[in-house]
């Protein structure tokens, strides 16, 4: 299976599940695949900002596939 890199399209967006990584990289069949995936390992956000707090279920990405950028990759590096 090829690896797969999913952002999201707004760098910005509170529904990133991992602040301060720009990127998940995972396995998948294709792209669709990589994003089922994704979706099921990250459902939602817990918590948006305390200005706007998400409650937790809600937020994730389910169901906007525009919202995630999903571009296949290399392998990633094992971390030291």
């Known amino acids: 299976m090829p690896w797969y890199a999913v952002r999201p399209r707004d760098p910005a967006d509170p529904r990133w599940p991992l602040p301060g990584k720009p990127q998940i990289v ?14 099921q390992a990250y459902p939602s956000t817990p918590f948006g900002t305390p200005a706007t707090p998400v409650p937790d279920g809600a ?9 995630l950028i999903v571009e296949e990759t290399t392998e990633p590096t094992a971390p030291h």
């Open 59 to 67: 937020g994730g990405f389910e169901g906007e596939a525009e919202a």
């Open 26 to 39: 995972l396995k998948g069949k294709d792209p669709a695949d990589a994003r089922a995936r994704f979706e």
